[in-house]
Structures are given as structure tokens and as C-alpha cells.
């Protein structure tokens, strides 16, 4: 369909999610010349926005902070003149050939592809502190924030192969690594079990609970602990890693529909394709091991290839 | 094994090539402080060297060099001190636990994670005249060669995003670009495609292959033209540049043991794990549809954090 003979409301491609993801679709689309509209429900940004500074995305050599990062990927789409627009979709129909999209307020959009960068959220433990001090010892990201420990003791929250391997990532920086955890066993592979067992600079306080995270005007300063047997102490801490795992951004997507791994995120292929034609995923929400912002956006280039080359074979 | 107790020439990861793959899977082993290795044979940066201007890697808004790129890509990597090493493999055995180079010289390295990284070479086109001119009016780079053709007229071989940007970037030294396509449609995106249109210097002879590049003592003179209808032609033109695609650079991997697909390019999931354990890839030598920059920095990043995991598999 040429695009000038397109209604205001039909679009060749929609990308859901303006994270890193969905503006690298984004730009990739508007370089494209596709009729492409981006949808976000906040600002745009996603997870990034809420990290303090992101060192590891290559070529900003002294590193960025998260915010200025997406503002550039997302003065970058628009220089090419990607649509953007904020909206609440209520529901989604990616089933058909047409992908339908309605908005909260009643209006319906259609799409021929759809790129779904819903992203993901980090698990959260729910305790008074953790909102309060985010980004201020608080973290959910070992990868991007560990190196700011060099030296101090902190603590991780979390028994899985995750928490495990970031714990022991950790002892690279950190003085002590204290690992916490609900209950009696930790979920990590044995073999990672072993490793943190081996390191002198870790600790473990198994069936224990975080009850609080307190702090003063510099940030995190310790944690209030409430263990199994009905005891509670307190634990000095100069930072707290919550690595509880992610959950998937998945409310809007007919999950019966797509294929999705045990814990509700898209499996896709290498190229992006999810077991629906026309419907492709990038970055958090995708089913994998990895969740950094260099790689979420180039599954988001990758991603929008993919559409285009859907889209040149529709007729 | 631990990092401090390694000999010299024992790494726990070597990363085989330094372009943005693996500058980006340096940044994130160096973050990591993984006993790690980048071998490079020429300079840092791979085929992004030879590009003139990179418009699509998010976050440099208004575009920046291919070299101003991969520059701030090492930079980056040195900053959390990545050693790297300039060297020539002269062979590779990944199938053992332990992986061997062998350098160049006869020095001998091992490591217990490896990733493959050594990018693509320009396709060629195998007709008579290529070989003897190479150098000599025949061209696989632009940017290293577009200013030897000032008010000259010159031809660019190829239809894709690389073919006609850089028969763009050569209407500022050439005073007529031709650009040959053995296709009815150009595959550049949309956008590059319409700049190209514009230009009163580019002209295209669609539906038309190469036959043989003609020349005499000087250089190339012209080139014999087969067109799909059956007819041919003569162009004269005093260079060409040859821009039709990738070819993997997998003269070093020893294929029968790792899985490549019908092109030579190594098999990956999409966590970047190859047929062989310990054994990783990223970048341009993938089996992959889309090649761009920043998939190729992506994928380094998955690669690395993929052996990250691996090694801490290892006993």
C-alpha cells in the first residue's frame, strides 16, 4: 500500500515502547521512509531513564548519564522525522494480517507489522527505602553500577544464578558482598553455589528477609533484616542490589497468541521474528539471557530489517 | 583458575578481532576483569574504518565518522584497560577445553573462552580486469579512495545502503558517478535511495552487470557492460568502486569443526554461542541477515556476557 494513500490511523509499521529499543526501531524505520509511529505510554526512555549512569554503552568513552543517552536516541529518530506519540493501548490484536491497536479513549490504529519493545521491569521487594534510595544505593543492575563499589561493603538480595554470579562479580569491587535470601537453599547452579562459597569475600544470611533499606542524606547506609526463625538485625551497607529477577512488560499482549517463555517474555529468532508474522520484539521483553542497552538496541535495527523485509514481500 | 596465577601467555578470554564487535565484547570483559586478551592483526576499528560517515548508531545524533567511531570505541575499552595486541594468527585450535593460537612467530596463547570477531572483507567481483587493476582504478573503499578522483568519471558497482551512500559521499570529488545494479530496484533504504535520485551527479544503469574492467597502463579506462536484456555496452570511466556485499573472514577458523552456513559465516543462537563450547561469535562473521554497526556492538556485548557465564560453568 503506498504510503500517501494512507489514512492518519494506518500505519505500515508501529513500534510499542520508546526504550532504546523501540527508538533504534524507530530511527531505523524513519531512515526507511516507512509510515512508522511510535507509541510510548510515558516519557520516552524506558528503563534507562531511572540509571543514574550508564558506562558501557560504546562510543560515550567517559560514559552518560541514562537520561542524557535516550534524549540522544531520541533527538536522533526525530531528526529523521520518526512520529511519535503518547498513549495508552488498552489491547492488541496482532493475530490478523491487519494489527490492530486500540487506544485508551476509544481510537483504533492499524498497523501491517508491529515491533513490540514493551521492555521489562526490575522484581522489586516491596520494602520502605527501596523507592526512596533508587539510584542512591539502590540498584537492580550489578553490570552497570557494581564499579562504583570499589572497596565498600555492600549487600545482594536474591538466591538465582543471577543474584549468584553478581555477587561474585561483585567481590571484583566490593570489599564484602553480603548475599541475602528468603530461603534455606539458594536456586543457583551448584557449580555457581561452589564459586561463592569459595570467595572469602562473601557472605551468606540465608533464610533472612529485608524488612527495610535506611539511609541518610548520602544515600544507603544499611539494611533492617527479619530473619526465618523470628530474630531481626540490622546490617551495615553502603549499596543494595536487588536482583530478584524481571518481569516481562507483557500486560497488553495477547499472551495466548505469542509465544512466550515460562516467565511471560517473547521468544523470537535471531532476526527478531516472534511466532506471529508481522509481529517482531526487541530488548527487554524478549525471552534472553542479557539485558543491556547495547544490545536492546541493536535488536531494535535488527528488529525493523526484519519488518522491512516483511513488508517488501506483502503485497 | 585464578586471575593472578596465569602465565602470560594464558588468558581466560581472547577476542579475535577489533571492530565494534569486539571493541564492545573488550569494553564488557575489561568491566568484567576477565584475564582477557583482543588480538588484532591491522588497526582497531575493522570496516568501519573505511566508512565515511555512520548516520544510524544511536545516540550520535547528528552522525560522526567511521573513524571518529571506532576511535572513541578503543578509547572506551582502553579507558577500563582492555589489553590489546597487534599480531597475526597464523592458526586456531577451538575444539579442546583449553582454546590454542598460534601466532604469527610461533608464539603459542591459550584461553578458556574465545570470541570469534573478525568481521567481513568486500565481495568481489570475479571478472576479468579486477584483479589486475586493484589499486589501480579499481576500489573496495571510498572513503580511503574517493578524493584520487576529483572532477574525474568513476562508477560504483552495487544497490544496497553501502553502494549508494558511498556513491553520495563520492559526488563530492567525482564530477559523474555511475552506479551499475545488476537488479530493476535499487535495495539502499528508501531514504539514501531518494538523496541519491537528487543528485545531478548520479546517474544508473539498472538491470546491468560488470563484464570485464578494461584499462591500459595507467590504470582502469572503462568498463564492458552486459545488460539483462541481452545487450551490451562500453562506459568509460578512469575508476570503479566495487561495493556488492560481505564475504566472512573465516580463513583462520578451522570450519569443519565449527557449524557455518552455506557462505562460510558462523552459526550463532541468539545468545551467541557456537557448535563448540567456549566458543563465541559476533559481528559481520555471523550468519545474519542485517549487518550493521550497532548489531555488530549488541552482539559483543551478548558474546562476552555469554562467556562470562561460561566461565563461570568451568570448574
Known amino acids: 500500500m503506498p504510503q500517501q494513500t494512507m489514512p492518519d490511523t494506518d500505519y505500515q509499521l508501529v513500534i510499542i515502547g520508546g526504550g532504546p529499543a523501540g527508538l533504534t526501531a524507530g530511527l531505523y524505520a524513519a531512515r526507511a521512509r516507512l509510515k512508522t509511529l511510535l507509541v510510548e505510554k510515558g516519557a520516552l526512555g524506558g528503563q534507562v531513564l531511572t540509571t543514574d549512569w550508564v558506562d558501557n554503552y560504546p562510543g560515550f568513552v567517559e560514559g552518560i548519564s541514562g537520561f542524557d543517552l535516550v534524549e540522544k ?3 536522533h529518530a526525530e531528526r529523521f522525522d520518526l512520529a511519535t506519540r503518547t498513549a495508552q493501548i488498552s489491547a492488541l490484536d496482532l493475530r490478523g494480517k491487519s494489527k490492530i ?3 485508551e479513549g476509544g481510537e483504533r490504529l492499524t498497523a501491517q507489522a508491529v515491533i513490540i ?5 526490575p ?6 527505602g527501596e523507592q526512596a534510595y533508587a539510584g542512591k544505593g539502590v540498584s537492580y543492575c550489578a553490570t552497570c553500577d557494581g564499579p562504583f563499589y570499589r572497596n565498600q561493603e555492600i549487600a545482594v538480595v536474591g538466591g538465582g544464578n543471577t543474584a549468584i554470579q553478581e555477587a561474585l562479580h561483585l567481590t571484583k569491587f566490593a570489599s564484602k558482598v553480603t548475599v541475602i535470601h528468603r530461603r534455606r537453599e539458594l536456586r543457583a547452579t551448584k557449580v555457581v553455589q561452589e564459586k561463592a562459597m569459595a570467595s572469602d569475600r562473601i557472605e551468606f544470611l540465608l533464610d533472612t528477609r529485608v524488612a527495610e533499606i535506611t539511609g541518610g542524606a ?3 547506609e544499611g539494611l533492617r533484616l527479619a530473619h526465618n526463625d523470628g530474630t531481626s538485625s540490622t546490617l551495615a551497607v553502603s549499596g543494595v542490589f536487588i536482583l530478584i529477577g524481571v518481569v516481562p512488560n507483557n500486560q497488553l499482549l495477547p499472551l495466548n497468541d505469542l509465544k512466550t517463555d515460562e516467565y511471560g517474555f517473547i521468544v523470537t529468532d535471531t532476526e527478531m521474528k516472534t511466532s506471529l508474522p508481522g509481529v517482531f520484539a ?3 521483553i524478549r525471552s534472553k539471557s542479557f539485558r543491556q542497552i547495547v544490545n536492546a538496541a541493536g535488536e531494535g535495527a535488527t528488529a525493523e530489517l526484519s519488518a522491512e523485509q516483511y513488508l517488501a514481500q506483502l503485497d
Open 117 to 121: 519493545c514493551t521492555g521489562g521491569s
Open 73 to 75: 536516541m531520541a533527538a
Open 282 to 284: 526487541a530488548g527487554d
Open 101 to 103: 491497536l486500540y487506544l
Open 218 to 220: 548520602g544515600g544507603v
Open 123 to 128: 522484581g522489586k521487594l516491596g520494602v520502605p
